[in-house]
């Protein structure tokens, strides 16, 4: 089993910054990738950013250029850093890590808002 507990999400205003951590504990080997989704009040979750486990890494256009995803291996951890938020980034934001057995985990979830 993994587990993968998220933190960082807040109330931030339009134009602002948050990094979210995803620290992954237990079976964490032959990871594939680890990604973040988010999903926000009446839609469908989406896939914000994901990093291959050979450091590929890829985004949603609507985040391209202001969010970066990264993994500190030492720790077992991944990061979204997300720059000049907008409202429309309002969402709880998930950790997802995917085994190249296809196993598939997820976090618990994290509220990001953005607001004045």
């Known amino acids: 089993q993994v587990q993968l507990v998220e933190s960082g999400g807040d109330l931030v205003q339009p134009g602002g910054s948050l990094r979210l951590s995803c620290a992954a504990s237990?079976?964490?080997?032959?990871?594939?990738?680890m990604a973040w989704y988010r999903q926000a009040p009446g839609k469908q979750r989406e896939l914000v950013a994901v990093r291959t486990r050979i450091g590929t890494t890829n985004y949603t256009d609507s985040v391209k250029g202001r969010f970066t995803i990264s993994r500190d291996n030492a720790k077992n951890t991944v990061y979204l850093q997300m720059n000049s938020l907008k409202p429309e980034d309002t969402a709880v934001y998930y950790c997802?890590?995917?085994?190249?057995?296809?196993?598939?985990?997820w976090g618990q979830g994290t509220q990001v808002t953005v607001s004045s």
């Open positions: 997802n890590l995917r085994k190249i057995s296809g196993d598939t985990y």
């Open positions: 237990g079976s964490i080997f032959g990871i594939g990738a």
